[in-house]
């Protein structure tokens, strides 16, 4: 990771200030991060695409419940294509090596709609059932969290230029190695990781949840401050 040490001190300074403002909440265990980064050269064929995105998922392996949170940035709603049983545009699937086809795993914008943000569009969900009925759609829970694990389970976003799916990443597992300050995922700790930071923190979501305790509070604020100042170095 590339040390940062720009902002050091407003960083310190907002997060003293919010402090006696947000209380810390106790922890709830077995929650699990996972994080993909997507374009179009991870479609198969690859389609070219310049768009890109990033998700955060937080599950809670007791709960069978997840929280995600998916910003595409090169998409707008008008170019997203409702396809599926439901629909919809942001999905989940596995690849099923007896059928050799894609399995529709999770109907993402079943549970709520995309927004538009500046530069592109926001998918945020809050405590889904993982699997099971979706509306038309129904998945095998087990079988998405085996994939889910096992670092199989893909996102894709369907769209009117590419209806079979413009960008696509694979979930990973957040665990050793990865760096809570690097929010947008791109290998670099750096301004945009900063602000990519306030805003998430500003929502609520998921993705500045970097405790992992299922709760955004002032200890996800200075775990934020720890990582960014070091850079993930040590």
Known sequence: MTRTTGLARFVVAVGALLSPLLGAAPAQGHIFRFFAGMDGQQMIPATGSSATGRAVLLYNHHAILYDMDIFVEGITL?????????????????????TQTNVLALDLDFFAPPVEEAGGVRLVLQDVFLGDQQGAVWSD?????????TDRLFLMVHTNDFPDGEIRGTLRFAGVGSCPAD???DGVVDVR??????VAFQAGAPAADLTIDGIVDVQ???????AFL????G
């Open 141 to 149: 829970t087990f079988i998405v969290e085996d994939m889910l694990f």
């Open 183 to 185: 929010v947008n995922f």
């Open 220 to 226: 996800d604020f200075f775990t934020f401050i720890i």
């Open 230 to 233: 070091s850079g993930c170095d």
């Open 78 to 98: 008008a170019d997203l294509k409702p396809t599926g049983p439901n629909g919809t545009s942001f999905h989940a699937y596995y690849f099923d090596t007896a």
């Open 193 to 198: 990781d900063f602000f990519a930071f306030i």
